[in-house]
């Protein structure tokens, strides 16, 4: 089975057409494991058809996105599978994303996020070989169990979100595993969910957020997207993409 595994927080206008972008999929056998960490009643917009390859988790109280990661990464390697391509709520797909990712192999292999929306419609060219970059995007990623099961969880310890991918990359290359992106585009709205929140909630994130980059800085001896942090991997600052 193909899984799909996606947080989701209190951002139902993001939500659905990451749905529909998953449903588009063209690997077929997919199951979807939605982590809902909303109080906005996610099931009563879900249609009905979708019941046969959509579970949702109700996380009360809400867990933070290595939780949530962690949770449902857990379950699924616990049913045997080899795969899971996680993907956040904020992400819309080309129908091709999850087939490429696993015909190319790697142990932990991502798109890469791009903001306007006509850089993922067709034609679906395949990935270029000289366009795959050492400098994973965490917002739409496939990870293997052998992957999973040499590093281990994330790290719950960067509470709510943020950072948390900046320590797995680095957890991922000191485990001999190279984290690639391809040259796979994804529309990333990117920090919509925190741009949605309240007030006093996205002031929460963010001060949450400030103390998950000082810990990292503790934990690992440099800033996260420094140039010391790159060089941990022999190399400088992914470019912007055009």
Known sequence: MNWILCPHRNSLHLTRPALASFYAQDIGNLFILLIDNSDEGISRWLPNDSEADLGIWHSRPPRSVAESWNAGLRWIFAQSEDYVLVVNNDVELRPDTYRRLVEDGGEFVTGIGVREREKIGSPYLPPDPALKRPHPDFSCFLIRRSAW???????????????????????????????????????????????AAPDAEAHAIQKQADRNRAYFRKKWGVAGASPEYYALFGNTAPEEIT
Not at 149 to 178: M, Q
């Open 149 to 195: 099961d040499r590093v281990g969880p994330f790290d719950e310890n960067f509470k709510i979100a943020f950072c948390e991918d900046w320590d797995y990359h680095v957890r991922l290359h000191r485990a001999g595993i190279t984290a690639c992106s391809l040259d796979l585009p994804f529309l990333h709205h990117a920090s919509q969910t925190l741009k």
